[in-house]
């Protein structure tokens, strides 16, 4: 069992944990708890680099998996977890993975741009529902956080092993959607987001409702969609907004 906080292994998961730089770097992300590291591992195709678990609180059916299949896995204490985990109540494993390469699809024809979203939870949301939504790709502008921030990888639920998703610059945007249909999520707007045409090859860009749209995505939208409210009502969440407007889209194009 490992019990000390300098050996290298714990050392490089909590630096995946906690720095942004270090996941570049070493192309690694770490997966907390029992759910997404199964999904990651069964369905996402993915092998684990290595496992930590903590006997007494970690699934023991998992963690029977990883070791018939010869993961390499380890036992921590309890200080280790909490350590190298990023959860108030961690479950007890966690799970050193690759970070995923999924490359964009030779042909576009649904695409969801993010425009600077700031909230990790936010950004791993969307992703889900893109997922969901049958989305070919999710670009990321600049200004996005890290799509591979524990809290974005929380919220995404796996998403990120199922979806071609890239950070991309402006001009490299505009060009992946030559030829599409580009749509702007936008409060303003002037096209309500059930009269816009999803049958044709499209791409949505959603922004922070906090900042509003970049003068980039601006530039490079079409037309602006919006989503009629109630008077009282200020915005929507932009991870609610882009639900509603992928969904609609998924039922349009079929």
Do not use: C, F, W
């Given at each position: 069992m490992i019990t000390s906080?300098?050996?290298?292994?714990?050392?490089?998961?909590?630096?995946?944990?906690?720095?942004p730089k270090?996941?570049?770097?070493?192309?690694?992300?770490v997966?907390?708890?029992?759910?997404?590291?199964r999904d990651a591992y069964e369905r996402g195709g993915t092998r684990p680099d290595y496992v930590f678990y903590q006997p007494d609180v970690a699934d023991a059916s998992l963690v029977d998996l990883f070791e018939r299949h010869r993961v390499f896995i380890q036992p921590v204490n309890a200080e280790?977890?909490?350590?190298?985990?990023a959860t108030d109540g961690p479950q007890g494993i966690v799970a050193v993975f690759p970070t995923p390469q999924s490359p964009l699809p030779t042909v576009l024809g649904r695409v969801l741009i993010l425009d600077d979203i700031r909230d990790p939870g936010n950004l791993g949301a969307m992703l889900r529902t893109a997922a969901a939504a049958g989305v070919d790709?999710?670009?990321?502008s600049p200004g996005c956080v890290d799509a591979y921030n524990p809290k974005a990888l929380r919220a995404g639920m796996g998403a990120h092993f199922r979806l071609a998703l890239a950070e991309l610059p402006w001009p490299d945007i505009a060009a992946a959607c030559d030829g599409l249909l580009v749509y702007l999520a936008d409060m303003q707007g002037d096209l309500t987001y059930d009269r816009a045409d999803w049958s044709s090859p499209w791409a949505?860009?959603?922004?922070?409702e906090a900042h509003g749209a970049s003068a980039e995505a601006t530039?490079?939208?079409?037309?602006?969609?919006?989503?009629?409210?109630?008077?009282?009502a200020e915005?929507?969440?932009a991870a609610v907004a882009a639900g509603i407007l992928l969904f609609e889209a998924h039922r349009q194009g079929g």
């Open positions: 906080l300098q050996n290298d292994k714990v050392k490089l998961a909590h630096q995946l944990q906690t720095q270090a996941r570049r770097k070493e192309g690694k992300i997966l907390e708890g029992t759910r997404l590291i280790v977890m909490r350590h190298i985990t790709a999710v670009l990321l949505l860009i959603v922004g922070s530039a490079l939208a079409g037309k602006r969609v919006y989503i009629p409210m109630s008077a009282e915005s929507l969440n």
